[in-house]
């Protein structure tokens, strides 16, 4: 083998091993920042234009999500405080069927807003609208919700009224549409529930992608409620 060859084997080797050594590097400092870092938390009123979700190429931003994240947060709030008055914190951290109740309960304010953006677009495709009935117990939901939250909280969720409200109508023509579409399958609503058998087979048909590195970093448990730091 003549010097040259030689030369250029021995480069490439280098070369090679050089490539290695940068891609062990970095898989190395990801580890390490995963394990050794600290997660770095939205801002959650600041981050309200941040896309947390595409459901059949529609994005949902955090402000979208706002409602179900209230909703979620109040609802484990009320259990955390029946379970323990003087620190509701513990019951948020319990671990329970595989999962925390945190997690558990902040994944279904994504798999409810997912669901609910499914049959609010099936809704519009068919041109449905509520009727007189239906607007008045939409407007007396609208009015206990945003009710039901103080004054810090508004402002800790960072949306307004309208910005509630117009999620509130959009869950409802998806709950109207919901109960339509079920009696076409002949089966029962609660089969299409974000629970339901027969809604994880329809989901199958739609493009949902969860935008982890937004989602991730959402304060689940600590926008509508604050807690003591743990």
Same mark, same amino acid.
């Given at each position: ?179 339509? +579409? ?9 089969? +299409? ?28 448990? +600590? ?8």
């Amino acid at each position: 083998m003549s010097i040259l060859k030689t030369f250029g084997v021995f480069k490439d080797l280098e070369l090679r091993f050089t490539t290695e050594l940068l891609m062990i590097t970095v898989v190395l400092a990801f580890v390490l920042m995963r394990v050794g870092g600290k997660k770095q938390y939205l801002n959650f009123p600041e981050s309200l234009d941040q896309i947390a979700v595409m459901v059949d190429g529609d994005g949902l931003t955090l402000q979208d999500l706002a409602f179900y994240i209230a909703f979620e947060e109040m609802k484990v709030e009320k259990d955390a405080y029946v379970y323990n008055p003087e620190n509701t914190l513990e019951y948020w951290n319990i671990y329970s069927n595989s999962i925390y109740i945190r997690k558990a309960a902040k994944q279904s304010a994504m798999d409810m807003a997912v669901h609910d953006k499914i049959f609010y677009d099936m809704a519009c495709e068919q041109g449905l609208a509520l009727d007189e009935k239906e607007e008045q117990r939409l407007s007396n939901s609208q009015y206990d919700f945003w009710h039901d939250l103080e004054e810090e909280q508004r402002e800790w969720l960072g949306v307004s009224q309208e910005v509630l409200n117009e999620s509130l109508r959009k869950l409802a023509l998806a709950e109207k549409y919901q109960s339509i +579409y079920a009696q076409m399958q002949d089966v029962s609503m609660e089969d +299409y529930s974000f629970e339901g058998e027969e809604y994880k087979a329809l989901l199958e048909e739609h493009e949902v992608t969860v935008l982890e590195e937004v989602w991730d970093c959402v304060p689940f448990g +600590y926008i509508t409620v604050h807690h003591k730091k743990e």
